[in-house]
DNA sequence: AATTAATTACTTACTTTTTTGTCATCACAC
DNA sequence: GTGTGATGACAAAAAAGTAAGTAATTAATT
């Protein structure tokens, strides 16, 4: 039996949920759908409030499972770039909707909100 | 100026993330979905693993971010229905996604998978 | 008919686990 | 000295779980 880490599900939803269960992980994802790719202080520096301790921990969850990649640009001083895989990608519509949604809130309940295209949180 | 538990946001994401946010309540919203209404007593026999505690807490907070109701039948012998409320139906495009990306995946990776429409999780 | 058991929707006190956060440190280069 | 992308020990906080108990009623058993 092939099973996804050691259990055989019966709801979907529960399913999805375990790629992006993680206090920073749909803001990750919808940063690097937003920027197409960043580097790990664009991104410490976009979420306000994260550990770089818990970025990392973060980021390779989504590494491993599969929703984002690393790529080296330089060894020495060491440089990264993060960016969404095809099944990262394939997420995207909840992203959005999310994003969508948090607007739609805001305005419907008149909150004032701080557009600011380069923070995400 | 008119604030969302106190503070000012600068992504929508975050917001909507907000109302979602406690380990069974995308489960319990997607059941409620699926099946319009649901006594106490089936949303826990639907979620095995909920701890009674954690599901009163999650229902209750879902209520008071008007994501759910919560209709009482009987006073006496107490009776309760739950039920997504309009702006926990206006999230139900995420639902449906999570579902069917969750699907996707699992035989896209030909994981075993019990289909179980009165399980969810 | 009387007693017992089960069900309903919780609540409370307490413990455990999980998740986050703090802070210091690292190697390397400019 | 600053910036890069980390890592590790440890502390704190948040979340979740355990187990028991509640009132009211219906169902089952004797």
């Known amino acids: ?19 992006i269960s993680g ?40 590494e491993k499972d599969n929703m984002i990649g690393r790529r080296i640009l330089s060894e020495k001083p060491l440089r990264v770039e993060y960016f969404l895989t095809e099944q990262g990608i394939s997420m995207s519509p909840m992203y959005e909707f999310l994003s969508k949604w948090g607007i739609a809130y805001l305005e ?3 909150i004032d909100y701080i557009q600011d295209q380069h923070l995400y949180k």
Chains 1, 2 share one sequence.
């Not at 202080?41 to 969850?61: H, I, M, Y």
């Open 23 to 62: 206090k920073w992980k749909i803001l990750i994802l919808f940063n690097l759908f937003h920027f197409e790719k960043r580097s790990f202080s664009e991104l410490r520096d976009n979420l306000p409030g994260v550990a770089e301790k818990v970025l990392t921990q973060q980021l390779k969850e989504l």
């Open 1 to 19: 039996m092939i099973t996804l880490h050691d259990k055989v599900y019966t709801c979907p939803v529960d399913v999805s949920l375990r790629f």
């Open 108 to 110: 419907k309940n008149g």
